[in-house]
């Protein structure tokens, strides 16, 4: 069975703190990709990143970066120097190999930067 | 280039009554995702289709169902609405088959009264 978990439910930062939201997968799939979603207020699901098993390179996007680590089956993100506009709730997902068009996603963290 | 649209944005429907919510993909894309995001149980996947057809659905049941036009816009029903239907509704369009991203649109919120 395939799971994602986002153990960290909220998360209230000052502005220009770094945060960190954790993601922790399991599969039995060899191959799958994991992503990242942003949901504000307005509902809907904006996507950041997609990343191959096979890809375990970190990437920094301005001021978002993820960390890919297969042995402990992770892929967390970090946002450096919050801002108030990055409050929202922020989605991990995975889907297997097998072309089900299915994302399984994690319950989400919703984040708080206050000014 | 739109993104993907959805409407309705509201819809408040009587239980058992029927309610169709409406998807339009990015233009060029030829999959929709449909997704429910009910309140404490996150997001779970309802359907997909593709090239007009139903290539996948997650564990709801049959009175959830939609169909793909050949403009590959797509509808999603629910019949014999209850209560606990009353959740975002999202649609995505995926940039290719399977385990491509997928773009989301804003959603449809339908209460259940």
Known sequence: AQKVTQAQT???VVEKEDVTLDCV???RDTTYYLFWY???P???LVFL?????????NEISGRYSWNF????SSFNFTITASQVVDSAVYFCALTGSGNTGKLIFGQGTTLQVKP | ???VTQSPTHLIKTRGQQATLRCSPISGHTSVYWYQQALGLGLQFLLWYDEGEERNRGNFPPRFSGRQFPNYSSELNVNALELEDSALYLCASPRGRGRTEAFFGQGTRLTVV
């Open chain 1, 10 to 12: 909220e998360i209230s």
């Open chain 1, 49 to 57: 990143i997609r990343r191959n098993s096979f890809d375990e390179q």
């Open chain 1, 25 to 27: 997968y399991e599969t």
């Open chain 1, 42 to 44: 307005s509902g809907e």
């Open chain 1, 38 to 40: 942003k949901q504000p």
């Open chain 1, 69 to 72: 680590q297969k042995s402990t």
């Open chain 2, 1 to 3: 280039e739109a993104g």
